[in-house]
Structure formats: C-alpha cells, structure tokens
DNA sequence: GATGTATTTAACCTCTAGGTTAATTATGCC
DNA sequence: GGCATAATTAACCTAGAGGTTAAATACATC
C-alpha cells in the first residue's frame, strides 16, 4: 500500500484503463457497467481499478439500488498540477536546462556527451 | 514494459525516491553517489530508480571517466502537467463537480448517498 | 599491471499489480 | 419466494517492481 498521497496518485494515473476511466467522467457519473463497457476486461477488473481509483481519492461512489454510481473527484489532480508546475521552467527553457550545460559539455564533447546508452560512439 | 509514454511518466513518478531524485537534479547535474548520499537503500536500487527515470525520458546521462552524472530532462513533465490540466474546471468547482449533483443526490440523501464504503449508515 | 573508486549487472527474494473464473451479495420485479 | 441484473469478493495466476548482496565492468592513477 502507497502511503503518501502524492505517490498513490501518480501510481493510479499509471494505467491508461485508469485514465481512461476518468476522462469518462467528465461527462457525468457512470454506473460500473457503463465505465466497464469500452474495455475488453473482466468485471472484476475494472471493480479492482475503480477500487484503486477511490482509494486514490479521484472517484467518489454512490449507492443506487444495486447500481453504484462513480463520480470524478479531481482533487488530488490539483496537487498533480502543482507538482508538475514546480518544473515548468525546466521544460520551458527549449532543451532541458539547455543554457546549464552547454558550456560545460559541448566545448568537451569529443571525450564525453550524453547519449542514449552511455559512450558506446567511437573516439576520434 | 509500459508501451504508452504518459504511463510511464505516471509509473517513474509514482516513487517518492525518483521525485526526490528529480528534485535535487534541480539544483544541477549529479553523479550516481551524490544522488545515492540522502537514501539509505544501496547503489544498485539507487541504479534502478534512474534507469526507470531514464526510460521514462525524465533524465539523460553523461559520460565522464568511470562518473554517469545525470541531469534533468523535464519534457515529460510538461504532458503531465498539460493532462492533468484538462481537469482544471473539475477540481476548482470547489467540491468536485458539486453543482452537478447537488440536486440530484442531495434531495434523496435518506435513500442514497456517497460514503466512503457504500451505505453502511442506519435509515430511518 | 595492480589498486582504488564509480557504477552496473547478475542472481535472487518478496510483495503487489493486474488479470482471470467462479461464487457471493444486494437489489428490483413478478 | 424465485429470478434477473449489478457489482463485489474469493481464490488463483503471472509478471514486474523494488529491494538485497556479490561479482563484474570501466576508468584514473600509481
């Protein structure tokens, strides 16, 4: 079990069944049958998934009979944008911190450099 | 393997150690022990956290002597941050959509009602 | 080339995530 | 009460996450 909350909801973002779930939502509450119907998986998963969900905070349930109802409780997606906030500059600035380094690296870039699996290129 | 790139942004930052490790990459480039130095766990789950962060684009790797510093790659970031962006109307409607379903479910509150585990409560 | 430092890889463990099918619970309707 | 529908729980499976220790790799230096 995820115990800080922050953790817990990136973790139930992590799947797109999920995701998707949510986006459905948006356009009102849904019933576990209607929230089930655009995937092929089983009932009882997409019961675990709203269960993850809930226990993220970002669904709230109803009781309607044998029916219960979802409803999006964004919430937690406020912290999820604050977070993500905290680095806007660094996307922002084109290439990742792009001014920091290119100093330091390109004018040494024939001994090292960053590449996709370390220093595999051939040296000059 | 996640295939879909936004879930495996959502999973790298599931861990409170990856989002201290992006954290600190803040502050600039690191080597793998001084990103190691705040943790008790050993090196090698140090190793696995970046490459998670590596695969999932939210740092890039350098080469210098037997050093692999790390710096941030905040470009993912920005999917997150637009994603969750969407839902922006849901979690400022102060309640979660509360207008929505006010009069829907608040009218018939002895019968239904949002719990937190169903309708556990004694009717009247 | 031997030694020391930085880091990764290998082999392993345990726990959990996400899925399944079958059974159970809850409710409305006849 | 008996049947149909909605959803969950139980029991199970497999794969992967996150951790460990020990061995291997890469590099600088002496």
Redesign the interface.
């Known amino acids: 079990m995820?115990s800080?909350r922050?953790?817990a909801t990136?973790?139930a973002?992590?799947?797109?069944t999920r995701?998707a779930i949510?986006a459905r939502l948006?356009s009102?509450?849904a019933s576990v049958t209607q929230l089930a119907a655009p995937f092929e998986i089983s009932m009882p998963a997409i019961s675990k998934h709203l269960k993850v969900l809930e226990r993220a905070g970002l669904i709230?349930?109803?009781?309607?009979a044998q029916w219960?109802p979802c409803?999006?409780?964004?919430?937690p997606?406020?912290d999820?944008?604050d977070?993500?906030?905290?680095?806007?500059r660094?996307?922002t600035e084109s290439f990742?911190?792009l001014d920091?380094?290119l100093r330091?690296?390109e004018n040494r870039e024939k001994k090292?450099?960053?590449?996709k699996h370390?220093?595999k290129r051939k040296r000059a």
Chains 1, 2 share one sequence.
């Open positions: 995820i800080d922050l953790s990136f973790a973002l992590a799947d797109p995701r949510l948006v009102g509450e709230a349930r109803g009781h309607e219960r409803r999006l409780k964004a919430g997606l406020k999820v944008a977070w993500a906030e905290h680095y806007r660094y996307w990742d911190r920091d380094y330091d690296v090292h450099g960053y590449g370390g220093d």
